[in-house]
């Protein structure tokens, strides 16, 4: 199984308050460290890890290098693809950049910033994998929707830091009540 990824890039943030308030992300990288099958076969409950570092452009979703994950053929139940983020530093897996339109109509550089070993599933209630056919595990991660809790109005009021909009654990982190889910 081929590991593929999709990205959202695009929304209007929370327009009850405000007129303009136009939120995009263009470019980042999220590096990987771990990608997991899990599923049903029948009687038999089947596990497969990858462990291996890997970046996804966010803007193509394209993954270097790619990840490949050996499933034995078979007709699988309750299926969940696991990705796990890479935590070893200081340094952010997730990184996200984008503008945002504020309600005085300037557009702003945003930056997103996420360093946390969390894990991105994908959940299928049935997979058949056939013999000899490579399959696609797609997972889609969706940064507007990680914004859904921040209002327009959060945004207007955020601080620059030369010039851009930090969302990051130290910057803005009462934000920060939002933890990236698929």
């Not at 007129?19 to 409950?45: C, H, M, Q, W, Y």
């Not at 890997?54 to 803007?59: D, R, T």
């Not at 360093?115 to 696609?136: I, K, M, P, Q």
Request: charged residues 20%; without cysteine.
């Amino acid at each position: 199984m081929k590991l593929a990824v999709t990205t959202t890039s695009a929304s209007t943030v929370s327009k009850s308050s405000m007129a303009a308030n136009d939120l995009k992300f263009t470019s980042g990288s999220i590096t990987i460290r771990e990608v997991v099958f899990d599923g049903d076969n029948g009687n038999t409950s089947v596990s497969r890890t990858r462990e291996q570092v890997a970046v996804i452009n966010y803007a193509t979703g394209v993954i270097t290098p790619e990840v490949f994950v050996s499933v034995p053929a078979g007709t699988y139940t309750s299926v969940n693809l696991g990705i796990e983020l890479q935590d070893v530093n200081s340094t952010p897996s997730v990184i996200i950049e984008g503008t945002y339109t504020n309600s005085d109509d300037e557009i702003l550089p945003i930056r997103f910033e996420f360093n946390s070993g969390e894990v991105f599933e994908a959940n299928a209630s049935s997979v058949v994998l056939a013999e000899g056919t490579d399959v696609v595990g797609k997972i889609t991660f969706d940064a507007i929707s990680w914004f859904s809790t921040v209002s327009a109005g959060m945004l207007d009021e955020a601080s620059l830091t030369d010039g851009t909009i930090i969302v990051s654990e130290t910057k803005i982190r009462t934000y920060l009540i939002l933890l990236p889910t698929v």
